[in-house]
C-alpha cells in the first residue's frame, strides 16, 4: 500500500531521526554510524525521513542534511518548528517571526530550498494558533514549504487550523500502549484527508521485547524521566509485551512487528519507528508481510492500559 502525505507519495513506514543524536541512549550495543543508517533506510525503500529543529538543537537536521545533499531525490523530507529549549527541558515559541526564523534554519541545515513537510512541534499557548500558522501559510506561499503539519493537538485545534490553511498531517504518539488519539484525533485526519504520523509505534522501545525493570537508563536519556520507566512501571507493563511476544511466536514474528503491523491495519497511520541499528530497519520493516487475524486484533484491543501515564 501507498501512503500519501497531502499530494505526497510515501511508503508505508518512515523514519523518526530523533534518537540518532538526541533524546536516547543505547541500554544495549553501541548504535551504528548514524549516516549509514539513513542510508540504509533509504536503500530499503524508507522515504520519509522526519526530525527537528528542536533535537539538538540543530545537529539532527545537520545529520540528516548531509545525506539530503547526496541524496535529495529519495527522500521526503518532513521537520518542525516552534519548540525551543529552556530550563524546563524544552518551551513552545508560536511567534510569527520565530517560525519564520525557525524555517529558514531548518532550510540551511537541511541544504535544500524547501521542505516537504512543515510541522508545528507544538502550539504555542501565549500565541494565537491563527497567528502561528497563518505564519506557516505564508510560507506555503513562498515556496518554502509543501505541506503542513499539526504536532501533539486536540480536535478544536485541527479545526480552527485547517479553517486558515489546510493540515496535510497530525503527528502525535500511537501505539498499542498509547492509544490517546485514537477516539477523535485520528477519526478527524480520515475526515479531512489528513495523515495520522505515529511518533514512539514501539513504545520508545519497550514494546519490542528489549527491557525489562532491570533496564536503567542515563541521566542524559529522555527515558530516565518518563513515569512508565520507573523499574515499577517497567514490571507492572511487562504483562502489555508478553501478550504481544505470544501472537509474535504464532507468526513467526517479532514483538516490534506485531506493533508495527497493528498500525499498518490503518491506511490513514503512517508510523515513524525510531533506530540507530541498520538490522532494526530491516526488522521494521518486515511488519509489512505480516497479517494480523481477527482474533489477534481483539486480543490486542482487550490489552488493559499500561501503568503511568507517558509524561
Known amino acids: 500500500m501507498t501512503r500519501h502525505i497531502g499530494t505526497i507519495a510515501v511508503g508505508d513506514i518512515g523514519l523518526g531521526c530523533m534518537g540518532l543524536t538526541f533524546g536516547y541512549t543505547a541500554t544495549s550495543g553501541e548504535p551504528d554510524d548514524p549516516e549509514r543508517v539513513l542510508d540504509h533506510a533509504l536503500d530499503s525503500g524508507v522515504r520519509l525521513l522526519d526530525t527537528s529543529d528542536f533535537y539538538g538543537p540543530h545537529t539532527n537536521e545537520e545529520l540528516v542534511g548531509r545525506v539530503l545533499r ?3 531525490e529519495d527522500v521526503v523530507i518532513s521537520t518542525k518548528g516552534g519548540l525551543v529549549p529552556d530550563e524546563d527541558f524544552m518551551r513552545p515559541n508560536g511567534r510569527p517571526e520565530h517560525i519564520r526564523a525557525a524555517c529558514e534554519g531548518s532550510l540551511s541545515r537541511l541544504g535544500v530550498d524547501h521542505i516537504d513537510l512543515y510541522q508545528l512541534h507544538r502550539t504555542d499557548p501565549e500565541v494565537p494558533l491563527a497567528e502561528t500558522w497563518g505564519a506557516m501559510g505564508d510560507l506555503v506561499t513562498e515556496g518554502k514549504a509543501r505541506h503542513l503539519g499539526l504536532c501533539e493537538v486536540t480536535v478544536d485545534q485541527c479545526d480552527e487550523a485547517h479553517r486558515i490553511h489546510p493540515v496535510s498531517s497530525i503527528q502525535s504518539e500511537l501505539s498499542i500502549w498509547e492509544r490517546g488519539a485514537l477516539d477523535q484525533v485520528l477519526p478527524w485526519c480520515r475526515q479531512h484527508d489528513a495523515a495520522f504520523i505515529a511518533f514512539s509505534p514501539l513504545g520508545r522501545g519497550f514494546l519490542t ?13 529522555f527515558r530516565s524521566r518518563n513515569p512508565r520507566f520507573t523499574p515499577e512501571a517497567l514490571a507492572q507493563n511487562q504483562r502489555i509485551v508478553d501478550e504481544i511476544a505470544r501472537i509474535a511466536s504464532a507468526h513467526e514474528a517479532t514483538p516490534a512487528q506485531i506493533a508495527l503491523a497493528w498500525l499498518l491495519t490503518d491506511q490513514d497511520v503512517l508510523p515513524i519507528p525510531g533506530t540507530t541499528k541498520t538490522h532494526r530497519i530491516d526488522e521494521n520493516l518486515g511488519a509489512v508481510t505480516v497479517t494480523l487475524s481477527g482474533a489477534d486484533l481483539t486480543a490486542l484491543a482487550e490489552i488493559v492500559p499500561p501503568e503511568q501515564p507517558r509524561y
Do not use: E, I, V
Request: charge should be positive.
Open 70 to 72: 547526496r541524496r535529495r
Open 209 to 221: 521485547g528489549a527491557m525489562s525493570a532491570a533496564t536503567r537508563f542515563d541521566s542524559t536519556d
